[in-house]
């Protein structure tokens, strides 16, 4: 009976052991996680930067083009946008 006892409190130690080794890892883990997402954040926002400022070349390219076309000639552009 004592043997059985014993059986009972080592597996139930194993099984403990193996959660907090599995947690432990994941708590080491957790920095690379987060220096993973930082770069990609990082990474977004330049993208968005790079997207913003051809977004706003293609804008200023199309004014020109709308200017210069007799078809928009009679459109007010600056006060529409407001």
Known sequence: MMNADMDAVDAENQVELEEKTGLINQVLELPHTLEDLSARVD???????????????????????????????????KSKRK
């Open 43 to 77: 990474a977004v926002k330049e993208e968005n930067l790079k997207l913003k400022s051809e977004n706003q070349v293609l804008g200023q390219y199309i004014e020109s083009l709308m200017s210069a076309s007799s078809v928009f000639q009679t459109t007010d552009t």
